[in-house]
Nanobody, 115 residues
Framework: QVQLVESGGGLVQPGGSLRLSCAASGIMFRLNTMGWYRQAPGKERELVAGITSGGTTNYVDSVKGRFTISRDNAKSTVYLQMNSLKPEDTAVYYC?????????WGQGTQVTVSS
């Protein structure tokens, strides 16, 4: 059974930081491209950050310089370090695993940036 479990979301003030974690099971984690997506109320889901099996990363322009995606293959876990958070970062954040034609999603974790 494939399972992706996100954690680390919550309420944070503007300028603050959070680290999201996504623990994967049921897949050959090291072969997967991992990604963090987010969906804000009334908006479409967007790719925030991705990391390939080789460690290559990419980010949506709005988070470049503030967010960092990383992976620990020994722990089958991908992380998203979020710094200098802004209210517009408020969204449900989802973890995704993909390899060839396979893709799996986590349930999501809420991030709210508000004073």
């Amino acid at each position: 059974q494939v399972q992706l479990v996100e954690s680390g979301g919550g309420l944070v003030q503007p300028g603050g930081s959070l680290r999201l974690s996504c623990a994967a099971s049921g897949i050959m984690f090291r072969l997967n491209t991992m990604g963090w997506y987010r969906q804000a109320p009334g908006k479409e889901r967007e790719l925030v950050a991705g990391i390939t099996s080789g460690g290559t990363t990419n980010y949506v322009d709005s988070v470049k310089g503030r967010f960092t995606i990383s992976r620990d293959n020994a722990k089958s876990t991908v992380y998203l370090q979020m710094n200098s958070l802004k209210p517009e970062d408020t969204a449900v954040y989802y973890c995704k695993a993909a390899w060839a034609g396979y893709a799996s999603w986590g349930q999501g974790t809420q991030v709210t940036v508000s004073s």
